[in-house]
């Protein structure tokens, strides 16, 4: 099993332009979750999904949009992206009655 | 909202005992979690504990649990270099959809 994988793995962008980034788990799990990780800060919850075909927003949805049409994806888009979404995306996944969530590697995007 | 903090930086000697502190401010948290992080990868669970326990052992690594303090500590006995990495310490209410991270304390190991 591959477990959480994130592609892509380093991205720039210039201020204006738009990307998605792509989360691929094989594990069958039911929720899906992506947070950002910055400098002296905690991981924040950015969407989280429960499920194929729902979304939800986290602490800081505001700049992002998401999609999970199959199970096993769940996208983060970023229709005009902003210096301030600088930072390391985490994706993540669980199931039901599981108390660890399962990280892919990140994905570090630079909008200069 | 509610607030995990911890140190960012702690350097200790191999072979040393490492302790790592966290605070939460959610007095409803169910669980608290320790997660690893290695350079250049994701975050991996290292342990975790229930709110109604005290203290959980696993192999070279303690946690305890203050409740009434919401204090929650990592201890690793004797630490070596391939401990060096970034912990954080989390907490969720009773699913996992709200989880919450500290900043991450940078554990470096000196030989």
């Known amino acids: 099993n591959a477990g959480v994988t994130q592609t892509p793995k380093f991205r720039v962008l210039k201020t204006g332009q738009s990307m998605t980034l792509l989360c691929a788990q094989d594990m069958n799990h039911e929720y899906m979750y992506w947070y950002r990780q910055d400098p002296g800060m905690g991981l924040r919850l950015i969407h989280y999904?429960?499920?194929?075909?729902?979304?939800a927003k986290g602490e800081v949805p505001d700049g992002y949009n998401v999609s999970r049409l199959k199970k096993q994806n769940f996208l983060l888009g970023l229709e005009s992206a902003a210096p301030s979404q600088t930072s390391v995306y985490f994706c993540a996944s669980t199931t039901t009655g599981s108390y660890e969530q399962y990280f892919g590697p990140g994905t570090r995007l630079t909008v200069t | 909202g509610e607030d995990v903090e911890q140190s960012l930086f702690l350097s200790v000697r191999e072979g040393d005992s490492s302790v790592i502190n966290c605070t939460y401010t959610?007095?409803?948290?169910?669980?608290l979690y320790w997660y690893k992080q290695e350079p250049g990868a994701g975050l991996q669970l290292l342990t975790y504990?229930?709110?109604?326990?005290d203290m959980k052992q696993d192999q070279r690594l303690t946690v305890l649990l203050n409740k009434k303090d919401k204090h929650l500590s990592l201890r690793i006995a004797d630490t070596q270099t391939g401990d060096s990495a970034i912990y954080f310490c989390a907490e969720s209410g009773p699913n996992n959809n709200d989880m919450r991270f500290g900043a991450g304390t940078r554990l470096t190991v000196k030989p």
């Open positions: 999904s429960v499920g194929e075909g729902t979304t």
């Open positions: 504990i229930f709110s109604n326990m």
């Open positions: 959610d007095s409803s948290s169910t669980y």
